[in-house]
């Protein structure tokens, strides 16, 4: 059963840095796309960090570009979201997201980030919070 995993949320200072952590299991990273989004208290879930694993393009929203960088651990078969420089309007819940579908054309990142996973793969969130 394909199953994400989140972790690696918490508290951080203005300026500082989280890393979050996301286990894949019951699908191997061969294809398609995987990504992080946030959803802000009383707003909407939003893509901030999308990859697509075939041509190996990110995508940044352009409220972290600079800041938030979207890694892969073949080896762990983990996504890693690095987060530097955090700001208060970066709290919310970050989701695991993943786009299981063999055939993610180039460009795939962006899309994946502004629609969503057309597979509806997510985890269960995992609470970043900024705050001095």
């Known amino acids: 059963q394909l199953q994400l995993v989140e972790s690696g949320g918490g508290l951080a200072q203005p300026g500082g840095s989280l890393r979050l952590s996301c286990v894949v299991s019951g699908f191997a990273l061969d294809y398609g796309s995987i990504g992080w989004f946030r959803q802000a208290p009383g707003k909407g879930r939003e893509g901030v960090a999308c990859?697509?694993?075939?041509?190996?393009?990110?995508y940044y929203a352009d409220s972290v570009t600079g800041r938030f960088t979207i890694s892969r651990d073949n080896a762990k078969d983990t996504v890693v979201l690095e987060m530097n420089n955090l700001k208060p309007e970066d709290t919310g819940v970050y989701y695991c997201a993943l786009d299981s579908g063999r055939h993610a054309p180039p460009g795939h990142a962006k899309a994946m980030c502004n629609l969503g996973p057309r597979t509806n793969h997510w985890g269960q969130g995992t609470q970043v919070t900024v705050s001095s």
């Open positions: 990859f697509n694993i075939g041509d190996g393009s990110s």
